[in-house]
């Protein structure tokens, strides 16, 4: 069983940047393909952003590319968001999840690809 804990979100105002993290116990951490969705008031989660359990490929939400980062540190057992420019529209609660150990699906956008999450961490971006 795969325990996830975010941390690293709070208020910013807009244009600032903040960097989120998950840590991963309870599995073999460098087998987990790792992604992030958040939810934001009164919607669906979506997804976020997502890498492969190599590292080898990423992919992002549209609405993030070019201003949100996915990495991750297998030494440490957490996977980051580094999230710059953020705007108001970025405002929610964010959720770091893995699917099964090894997937290596095309789905990493679909939510119910995803068997662990964590409780979430608020992200609030003032205008």
């Known amino acids: 069983q795969v325990q996830l804990v975010e941390s690293g979100g709070g208020l910013v105002q807009a244009g600032g940047s903040l960097r989120l993290s998950c840590a991963a116990s309870?599995?073999?951490?460098?087998?987990?393909?790792m992604a992030w969705f958040r939810q934001a008031p009164g919607k669906e989660r979506a997804f976020v952003a997502a890498m492969h359990w190599t590292g080898a490929s990423t992919r992002y939400a549209d609405s993030v590319k070019g201003r949100f980062t996915i990495s991750r540190d297998n030494a440490k057992n957490t996977v980051y968001l580094q999230m710059n420019n953020l705007k108001p529209e970025d405002t929610a609660v964010y959720y770091c999840?893995?699917?099964?150990?090894?997937?290596?699906?095309?789905?990493?956008?679909?939510?119910?690809?995803?068997?662990?999450w964590g409780q979430g961490t608020q992200v609030t971006v003032s205008s």
């Open positions: 999840a893995a699917p099964h150990p090894y997937y290596s699906g095309n789905y990493y956008e679909d939510e119910y690809e995803y068997d662990y």
């Open positions: 309870g599995g073999t951490f460098s087998t987990y393909a």
